[in-house]
C-alpha cells in the first residue's frame, strides 16, 4: 500500500483515465450549477440561499400542484410527509458525518452504524427515567422518582462518549492497512449492536428502553413524536449549522491535510501533515455527527432498541456517500436523499431497495467511480482566479 | 511574512557554513545485505551538496537514513544538533528537513495550488478547534484589515482569527513559491493534469513552502531533456542563493557538476570520494566507478 | 462465566470447534487467495458460500433426497450436490470478477473503489436470494431461515472416554483437509500453480515473464470460488440450514481466519481456521451463546493490533513445498 503513490501516472501520455475522468468532471451541468453559484457576488448569493433554506423549512406544507407531487402522503397507506422528511435530514447528517471520513480522509468506515447507536442508547440511557442506568443512579442517591439526566446535558454525555469511543476505535486501527480498518469498524459496529442486546443491565437488552427524552419545548407536546414538521424543522436546523461546521473544515488546514492523506499518506507525511492526527480527528469527527444524527432520532422516536441499529445500516450510509459523490458535501446530501426518499415516496417497491441500492453501488463505481456529483472544484480557487487576473491586469 | 519566507533557511550567507546535517559513520544492514557501509559526510549550511554515485551505489538508501524513513543499524544522523534517526517524518519536517521524490508523489486530485498549500500549512498551527470555532483571535494590523467596512470595523473591535491570517499567509506564500519555479501559469489545475515538468517543479515548490532548513531533491531532473536539466539547474542554483542548503541526489554526472558547490561520491555502500567537483571528476576511483558502469558513462 | 460446562466435555467442544474451523477455513482460503494475488479482500466472497448452500439445497430438493434415502441414494446425492456447489460457487466467483473487479482493474482504480463494488456485490446476491427469487418463485427463498435436510444420517463412530465422534464430524474435518492439502499442491506443484505464485509476489514482473495475469486471477477466482462451494456443502451437512444473510457471519470468520494466519498464506488460512472454530466454541461455552460472534471480531482485532501479518506470516509468492 506504501507504494500506491507511485503507482499514479502523472506522465502527459499516462493511462486513459486521467483523461476520462477530465472530461467526466467538465461535462457535468450540476458542476457547472455550484461553479456559477461560487462565481456569484455576494449580494447574490445571499438572498439565493435564504430562498432555498426557507423553501426547505416550508417543505412540510407543499401543497401547491404539482410540486405536491413530491409528497409521500398522497395515497393511503403512504408514510407520514413530515416524518419521511425528517429522516431524510437525520440521514443528510449521518452521510456528511460519514463523508468526512470517507471522502475527506479516505478512510473506509463500515461501523458507522455503531456511532449512530452510541448516539442514540446515550440520550436514552441518561436521559430516560426508565433506563436501567437512570434508575439505578436515582436510587444510589436517593433522587426522585422518575428521576433522569435533563435533555440538554445529554447532548455533551452523547458527544463525549462518541468522541471518546471514535478516538479509542481509531487509535490502534488507523494505523491498520485500509481494508483492514473497513473490517475492524464492521466488527465494531457489530460489537455495539450486540453489546446493546445483550447487555441487558445498561441496556435493558432487546426490550430496549421507552421515555428517551424530548428537546426543551416551547408549547406543550410541541416535540411529540406525531409533530413531525417540528422535528422536521429542528433536525434541518441542526443540519444546516453543522453543513457550515463542516465547510469550515474543509476549506482548511484540516481539510487539506485530510485529502493530503487521501491522496498519499506517505508524501502527506513527509510534507509535514501529523497523518495520525489528523486521521483521528477525522474519525473523532465523523462519530460526533452520526451521535447528533442518533440522538435526534431516538429523541424523535422516544424509543430505542437494538434490532434498530443492524449493519446494513452501515452499508446503506456508506452508499448515501458513495453515490452521493463521495468527498463533496452536496453530493452526499443528494445521495441521502435519493436512498431515503425514493424507497418512502414508492413504497409499493421498498422491498427492491437493498437490491437497488446493490446493482447502484456497483453501476455508480463501475461506470461513474467519481459519484453522482463529483467532488467540487473549491469555490476559493474561482475567487483565486479573479484576483490574479486582476493582478495581471495590474502588470500591464 | 511574504519577503521573508524564502530566506528563513539563510541563518549563513556564505556557501561554506558551519555543518547542517551530519552523517556519522552510518551502517546499515537489510539481514545479510550491508547497503551503507560506515559512510560519514556533511551538509554544511547554505551550500549545494551533490550525492552521487552509479545505479545501485546507495544513493537513496543513504537519502532514506537521513530523511528518516529508514533508522541505521549503527551511527547517527544529526540535523541542527538532534538526532533524525527514529523521529515521524512529521516531525523530521517541522525540524527543517523537506524533500521531493524520486517517482512523483503529489497529491494528484488536489490543485497545484492545494498542493503547495498543504506544504506551507506545515508551518500553521490552527487544528480542527481553532477552525471550527476560530476563537484564537490576533489583533490586526493596518493592512490585514478587510476593505468591506463592516468587516473592517469588526476585526478592529474583535482582531481577526488566526485561521484566516494563516489561511491568507499561505495563499499568498505558495503563489508566490509557484511563481518562483515558474509554473504559476496553471495554479488552479488538477496536479494530475499537468504535465511531466510542471509536476517536478510543483513537487520543489510544495517542499521549498515548508520552510526548510535542508531541501533534498532526490534525482529532479530524471526524465527531462538537456533545455529542462539547464533550466532546472538554474532553479537549484536560484534556490542556493536565496540561502537554502540543499542536497542533490543524481547520477548524471555532468548535470552535477556545473551546479554543486561539493560532491560526495557512493559505490557499493561505500563512500569513495568527496570533495570539490573538479577535485572528484579528477579521482581515479570515482572514474572507475562511472566507467564500469556502461550505462552511467553513457549519461555522463 | 462457566468453565465447569468448558472442561466437563472439553474434546466435545474441540471437534465441534474443529468442525466449524474446517468450514472457516475452506472459504478463508478464497479471501486468501484472492488477497495474496491482488491485495484486494473479496468482500463479496461470502456470498459465493451463501450461493453454495442454496444450491445444495437445490440438487437435494430436484433429486427428492432427505434422510430417509438409501445408501446408493445419499452418496449419489451428496457427489451431486458437491459438484453443483463447486460449479456454482465458482462461476458466481467468476461472475463478480468480470462484472465488479475486471472493469475497475483496467481503470486503476484505488484500493477503497474495489471494496465498495464488492459491497454492492455482497448485496446483490443476498438481496437476489432475500427478495428477487421469492418475488419470482416464492419460497423457500425469502427471508427466513431455511432447513437443508442433510441425506447423511449422524453416526457415533467412536466414543473416546465419553467423547463421540461422529461421521459427520470426521466427513467434514477430513474432507476439509483433503481439500486444502490438494489446493496446496496444485499451488505449490502445477504450472498454473506456479503462474499464480509468480504474480502474487511481483505481478508486473510475471507479466514480463509471460504469465497472463488475467487468466491467474480467474484461475483465483475460480479456485476459492470451488472452495467456497465445498465449503457450502459441509456446512449444510453439519448444520442442515441456509439462510439469505448466511454468508456475511462466516465471511467474517473466515476473513478473521485468514487474518489470523497470515493472509495471502494458504497454510496459514487452515490453521488460522481451526483455531478460530475452536475459540469460538470455547468462548460461547464458557460465556454464551450470544456472544459467540462477538469473538471473531474481538481476535480479529487483537490479531490486527498485535500481530498484523497472522501466525504464519503472509504471502502466497512464498508459499513453496
Not at chain 1, 479509542?168 to 453489546?195: H, K, Q, S
Not at chain 3, 495474496?36 to 440438487?59: C, D, K, P, Y
Not at chain 3, 457450502?232 to 470468520?253: C, E, H, N, P
Not at chain 3, 481456521?273 to 450470544?290: D, M, P, Q, R
Amino acid at each position: 500500500m506504501s507504494d500506491r503513490g507511485g503507482d499514479y501516472s502523472y506522465t502527459t501520455e499516462g493511462p486513459e483515465v486521467a483523461g476520462d475522468r477530465k472530461s467526466g468532471f467538465m461535462g457535468l451541468p450540476a458542476l457547472g450549477i455550484a461553479d456559477r453559484f461560487a462565481a456569484l457576488p455576494l449580494w447574490a448569493k445571499v438572498p439565493i440561499v435564504l430562498a432555498l433554506v426557507s423553501f426547505a423549512f416550508y417543505l412540510p406544507f407543499l401543497t401547491i400542484l404539482p410540486f405536491a407531487y413530491v409528497r409521500t402522503d398522497l395515497s393511503s397507506g403512504g408514510s407520514d410527509w413530515g416524518g419521511v422528511l425528517f429522516v431524510v435530514v437525520i440521514y443528510m447528517i449521518v452521510a456528511i458525518g460519514l463523508n468526512v471520513v470517507i471522502g475527506l480522509a479516505g478512510l473506509l468506515d463500515l461501523g458507522y452504524i455503531g456511532f449512530y447507536a452510541l448516539g442514540a442508547y446515550s440520550v436514552a440511557i441518561f436521559g430516560s427515567p426508565s433506563s436501567p442506568v437512570t434508575k439505578l443512579i436515582a436510587e444510589k442517591f436517593g433522587l426522585s422518582e422518575g428521576w433522569a439526566v435533563p435533555f440538554a446535558l445529554c447532548i455533551p454525555i452523547a458527544l463525549a462518549i462518541a468522541l471518546i469511543s471514535g478516538v479509542m476505535l481509531g487509535a490502534p486501527t488507523l494505523r491498520l492497512r485500509g481494508d483492514y480498518l473497513a473490517i475492524v469498524t464492521m466488527g465494531f459496529g457489530e460489537i455495539i449492536r450486540i453489546l446493546s442486546r445483550n447487555v441487558d443491565a445498561v441496556t435493558n437488552g432487546p426490550a430496549g428502553i421507552i421515555g428517551v427524552p424530548r428537546p426543551p419545548e416551547p408549547s406543550e407536546n410541541y416535540f411529540s413524536s406525531i409533530e413531525s414538521a417540528h422535528w422536521y424543522w429542528l433536525a434541518l436546523a441542526v443540519l444546516i449549522l453543522l453543513m457550515f461546521m463542516t465547510r469550515r473544515l474543509e476549506d482548511s488546514r484540516v481539510g487539506r491535510g485530510w485529502l493530503a492523506i487521501r491522496e498519499d499518506e506517505d508524501a502527506a507525511a513527509v510534507m509535514g501533515v501529523n497523518a495520525f492526527k489528523f486521521k483521528l480527528w477525522a474519525f473523532a469527527i465523523g462519530a460526533a455527527l452520526g451521535a447528533i444524527a442518533g440522538l435526534l432520532f431516538a429523541s424523535k422516536q422516544a424509543y430505542v432498541e437494538p434490532t434498530g441499529f443492524a449493519l446494513n445500516l452501515s452499508f446503506l450510509f456508506v452508499a448515501m456517500v458513495v453515490i452521493g459523490g463521495s468527498g463533496n458535501m452536496v453530493g452526499v446530501m443528494l445521495g441521502a436523499f435519493l436512498i431515503t426518499y425514493l424507497p418512502e415516496r414508492f413504497r409499493e417497491f421498498q422491498d427492491w431497495r437493498p437490491f437497488a441500492f446493490g446493482v447502484a453501488m456497483v453501476l455508480v463505481m463501475v461506470l461513474r467511480p467519481q459519484g453522482l456529483v463529483p467532488s467540487r472544484r473549491r469555490a476559493k480557487e474561482f475567487e483565486d482566479r479573479k484576483h490574479e487576473a486582476e493582478e495581471a491586469a495590474a502588470d500591464v | 511574512m511574504s519577503e521573508q519566507t524564502l530566506e528563513s533557511g539563510a541563518h549563513v550567507a556564505g556557501s561554506s557554513g558551519d555543518a547542517l546535517l551530519v552523517v556519522d559513520d552510518v551502517t546499515l544492514r537489510f539481514g545479510g545485505v550491508v547497503a551503507l557501509n560506515e559512510v560519514a559526510f556533511e551538509i554544511r549550511r547554505g551550500e549545494i551538496l551533490g550525492l552521487i554515485g552509479p545505479n545501485g551505489a546507495g544513493k537513496t538508501t543513504c537519502f532514506n537514513v537521513m530523511t528518516g524513513v529508514y533508522t541505521p543499524t549503527s551511527g547517527e544522523i544529526r540535523f541542527d544538533g538532534d538526532r533524525v534517526s527514529g523521529v515521524k517524518p512529521h516531525r523530521i519536517n517541522a525540524m527543517g528537513i523537506a524533500r521531493t521524490f524520486q517517482n512523483i508523489r503529489l497529491f494528484p486530485e488536489m490543485t497545484a495550488m492545494e498542493n503547495v498549500m498543504v506544504g506551507a500549512d506545515a508551518r500553521h498551527k490552527t487544528s480542527v478547534m481553532g477552525t471550527l470555532f476560530r476563537l484564537y483571535r490576533v489583533k490586526a494590523k493596518e493592512h490585514e484589515l478587510p476593505d468591506n467596512p463592516l468587516k473592517r470595523s469588526l476585526a478592529k473591535v474583535f482582531g481577526i482569527s488566526r485561521h484566516t491570517l494563516e489561511e491568507r499567509a499561505g495563499r499568498q506564500k505558495s503563489m508566490e513559491m509557484l511563481r518562483f519555479v515558474g509554473i504559476a501559469d496553471r495554479a488552479h489545475e488538477l496536479a494530475r493534469n499537468l504535465p511531466y515538468g510542471y509536476q517536478r517543479r510543483l513537487e520543489i515548490a510544495r517542499a521549498l513552502a515548508t520552510e526548510p532548513k535542508l531541501l533534498c531533491l532526490d534525482e529532479p531532473a530524471a526524465g527531462f531533456n538537456p533545455a529542462e536539466k539547464a533550466d532546472l539547474m538554474n532553479l537549484i542554483r536560484k534556490i542556493r542563493d536565496k540561502g537554502q542548503t540543499v542536497l542533490l541526489i543524481e547520477h548524471d554526472m555532468k548535470l552535477v557538476m556545473g551546479v554543486t558547490d561539493r560532491l560526495v561520491v557512493l559505490e557499493f555502500g561505500q563512500k569513495i570520494a568527496e570533495g570539490l567537483p573538479e577535485e572528484v571528476a579528477r579521482n581515479p576511483k570515482v572514474i572507475a566507478a562511472y566507467l564500469g558502469e556502461p550505462d552511467d558513462a553513457a549519461q555522463a | 462465566m462457566d468453565f465447569n460446562a468448558l472442561f466437563g466435555d472439553l474434546g466435545g467442544h474441540t471437534l465441534d470447534g474443529l468442525t466449524k474451523g474446517s468450514v472457516y477455513a475452506l472459504v478463508a482460503l478464497g479471501y486468501t487467495m484472492v488477497y495474496g494475488v491482488l491485495r484486494l479482500i473479496n468482500f463479496a466472497h461470502s456470498e459465493v458460500f451463501m450461493v453454495g448452500t442454496w444450491t445444495v439445497l437445490g440438487v437435494y430438493t430436484v433429486l427428492g433426497a432427505d434422510d430417509t434415502s438409501g445408501m446408493g441414494m445419499v452418496i449419489f446425492a451428496t457427489l451431486a450436490a458437491l459438484v453443483a456447489a463447486v460449479v456454482a460457487s465458482a462461476s458466481v466467483a467468476l461472475a463478480v470478477e468480470r462484472i465488479a473487479y475486471k472493469p475497475l482493474r483496467k481503470k486503476n482504480a484505488p484500493p477503497l473503489i474495489f471494496l465498495i463494488t464488492a459491497i454492492g456485490c455482497s448485496l446483490v446476491l443476498v438481496e437476489i436470494f432475500g427478495h428477487v427469487l421469492r418475488f419470482f418463485f416464492g419460497p423457500p427463498f425469502g427471508r427466513a431461515p431455511v432447513n437443508v435436510p442433510s441425506p447423511i444420517q449422524t453416526v457415533v463412530l467412536l466414543d473416546v472416554g465419553g467423547v463421540r465422534i461422529t461421521n459427520v464430524q470426521v466427513f467434514i474435518v477430513v474432507g476439509a483437509i483433503l481439500m486444502m492439502v490438494a489446493l496446496d499442491q496444485f499451488v505449490n506443484k502445477s504450472r498454473l500453480g506456479r503462474g499464480v505464485r509468480a504474480v502474487a509476489q511481483d505481478a508486473d514482473t510475471a507479466a514480463l515473464m509471460g504469465v497472463n495475469q488475467d487468466r491467474v486471477i480467474m484461475l483465483v477466482f475460480v479456485l476459492g470460488g470451488a472452495m467456497a462451494g465445498v465449503a457450502a456443502l459441509l456446512y449444510t451437512i453439519a448444520f442442515d440450514l441456509t439462510k439469505f444473510d448466511i454468508g456475511f457471519i462466516i465471511g467474517i470468520k473466515a476473513f478473521t481466519a485468514a487474518v489470523l494466519g497470515g493472509i495471502g498464506n494458504l497454510r496459514g488460512a487452515l490453521v488460522g481456521g481451526l483455531l478460530l472454530g475452536i475459540v469460538e466454541v470455547y468462548a460461547s461455552t464458557v460465556f454464551n451463546s450470544s456472544w459467540a460472534d462477538v469473538t471473531a471480531f474481538i481476535v480479529l482485532v487483537l490479531v490486527l493490533m498485535f500481530k498484523p501479518t497472522g501466525l504464519l506470516g503472509e504471502s502466497l509468492g512464498k508459499a513453496r513445498a
